[in-house]
């Protein structure tokens, strides 16, 4: 497996593996899909952007941005990942996750944090097996498929 920063080029791509994810799954509370010019967008702006490849092909990707506004918070990062579902299992998060956590450290960052559906219990184990901590259940914050959902907070000290 291959972890590269992303570039523009990758937009298609990445709106290929994450669109499903919006659509389809409780992985995000957001229900609109992102355009390629969106995710360029992101990828330009965000501090970290990553891609993972397997076999020639990309399969998932994660970044990170500051986790709220203001110089207060410029030390704590959320992070975003997701793979397509056929990578699933087999590491790439772990490499990819691997990847983020060398660069925040290497950027100075303090904590990073996952904001977890609650309804996806392998996102919370996947995270807890990397050493993310539950600091909190923000209950029924989130709304997805005409039903509320809770976010899980999970925070991992670099």
Not at 79 to 84: G, R
Request: aromatic letters at 8%; charged letters at 20%; hydrophobic letters at 50%.
């Amino acid at each position: 497996m291959i972890v590269r920063a992303a570039t523009s080029e990758d937009a298609a791509t990445i709106a290929a593996i994450w669109n499903p994810q919006i659509l389809d799954t409780v992985v995000t509370f957001n229900s609109v899909p992102k355009s390629d010019h969106e995710i360029a967008d992101l990828i330009a702006q965000r501090p970290c952007f990553l891609v993972v490849e397997a076999e020639g092909k990309t399969v998932g990707f994660a970044s990170y941005d500051q986790f709220r506004g203001g110089i207060g918070y410029a030390h704590a990062m959320e992070h975003t990942i997701i793979l397509a579902p056929e990578a699933s299992g087999r590491g790439a998060g772990r490499e990819l996750m691997r990847a983020l956590m060398d660069h925040a450290r290497a950027a100075a960052v303090h904590t990073l944090w996952a904001g977890v559906s609650a309804e996806n219990s392998a996102g919370v184990a996947f995270h807890s097996a990397l050493g993310f901590k539950t600091v909190a259940v923000l209950p029924e914050v989130g709304r997805k498929f005409e039903r509320w959902m809770d976010l899980v907070l999970m925070q991992k000290r670099l």
